[in-house]
């Protein structure tokens, strides 16, 4: 009975940690999952990155498709904006629960960082895709 009890418990815990899969967006869009979670890792990840203006750049990391990176070059004026979209990839048997965030911007005065899901959960199916998209916007030049 003890060790039914043991068995049931530990599979509970798993299963937690599988519906619980956790995406935290940074200034270099990262996933990060934590310690329970990191059997999990693989199955949430990053299939694509677009920047979606010319001259900005967007790319999923070759050795840990758990980040993507973008670089906004293209903002020169007072409401310039950049956008990027990615694409996440539940590889899972079980629905995640995917949870972004995004970093603390450390130049609030000059940058505005935000997200189509404004940091709401969303469900990503076993075996589906959900798109992320990051928008920059320039409130103000370094030079005013």
């Known amino acids: 009975m003890i060790a039914f009890l043991l068995i049931a418990a530990l599979l509970m815990g798993i299963g937690y940690a599988a519906l619980t899969d956790v995406l935290d967006i940074t200034g270099s869009a990262d996933i990060n999952q934590s310690a329970a979670e990191d059997a999990f890792d693989e199955d949430v990840y990053f299939t694509n990155a677009v920047a979606n203006q010319e001259g900005n750049t967007a790319s999923v990391n070759a050795d840990n498709n758990d980040k993507a990176s973008f670089s906004a070059k293209t903002l020169k004026g ?7 979209t990615f ?58």
């Open 78 to 84: 007072q409401g310039d904006t950049a956008t990027f």
């Open 87 to 144: 694409t996440i990839y539940n590889d899972g048997d079980l629905d995640a629960n995917v949870t972004p965030s995004i970093s603390s911007n450390t130049q609030e005065e000059y940058f505005k960082i935000s997200s189509d899901w404004n940091g709401q959960p969303k469900v990503l199916a076993a075996k589906g895709t959900l798109t992320y998209t990051v928008t920059v916007e320039l409130l103000k030049t370094p030079n005013e």
